[in-house]
């Protein structure tokens, strides 16, 4: 494989066909495919295409792809243009997030059971320079913002990548729809 392209492809492949575990796994079946790539390159690539850490029923955790994964995730040049991440996110947020509550600063996330790591991560990769951070639990995200924005703007920003129709209106409790 010549191009970076072909090789987001064959990446994209691989992981939807089957359970890759590590990217030492994956690297030995690029290898297996003449593709000889670095960890750190093989780690951009899965950022790029927005591949995330899922847990399976047996415990478990496998690479997974997003349902659609853009041409613009393939076609584009680093460093990524922050709507083309975030454009994939709303809906498998939509799928995985169950409730959002604000509180100054901090915003918890109620995702469904073994999936609020995968979510932390995404929100980490989206580089926002208002999220300072994140930290997961089994269905909690717990999302550090910048002090100072207003409740508005941080709705604005969750807007940007969860369905509004998520977002709890009343922040006072999640509610679990």
């Not at 089957?18 to 690297?27: A, K, T």
């Not at 591949?51 to 041409?71: D, L």
């Not at 989206?126 to 002090?147: K, N, Q």
Request: proline residues 5%.
């Amino acid at each position: 494989m010549s191009t970076r392209k072909d090789r987001i492809g064959l990446i994209t492949s691989m992981i939807r066909n089957g359970r890759i575990v590590s990217q030492e796994q994956l690297q030995h079946l690029l290898e297996a495919e003449g593709v000889k790539v670095t960890q750190a390159t093989l780690s951009r690539d899965l950022r790029m295409i927005g591949a995330t850490r899922r847990c399976a029923p047996e415990g478990k955790s496998y690479y997974s792809m997003p349902e659609q994964v853009s041409n613009e995730y393939i076609e584009a040049d680093f460093p990524l243009d922050l709507p083309v991440v975030v454009s994939g996110l709303r809906e498998r947020f939509g799928e995985e997030l169950l409730s959002v509550a604000i509180s100054r600063n901090i915003v918890v996330l109620k995702t469904r059971p073994g999936y609020a790591s995968g979510l932390a991560v995404e929100i980490d990769f989206i580089g926002s320079p208002y999220i300072l951070g994140t930290v997961a639990g089994a269905d909690t995200v717990l999302m550090v913002l910048h002090e100072g924005l207003s409740k508005e703007k941080i709705r604005q920003l969750l807007m940007t990548f969860i369905p509004s129709t998520i977002i709890n209106s009343k922040e006072n409790y999640p509610q679990v729809r």
